[in-house]
């Protein structure tokens, strides 16, 4: 199973790390370290990816094919 990062359509790379977070009072650790990765010339994505992966709290996806793609039969 493949480990993404995700957010809402609605909201920035920066809100989707600080929903993650957990315990709810750790949010400010969260985006210390997110914003120390932008810092260090990393892209919005990459630092969530990152920042979401230090704290074990990426998304699992099932393998196959993405939404909305159909594999030859």
Do not use: Q
């Not at 809402?8 to 370290?33: D, G, N, Q, S, Y």
């Amino acid at each position: 199973m493949p480990l993404v990062a995700k957010r809402k359509l609605t909201e920035t790379w920066r809100e989707a790390v600080a929903r993650r977070a957990e315990p709810v009072a750790a949010e400010e650790a969260w985006l210390r370290v997110f914003d120390a990765y932008l810092a260090d010339g990393r892209n919005e994505v990459e630092a969530a990816y990152l920042t979401l992966a230090r704290f074990e709290a990426l998304s699992f996806v099932p393998d196959g094919p993405a939404p909305g793609r159909r594999e030859a039969l």
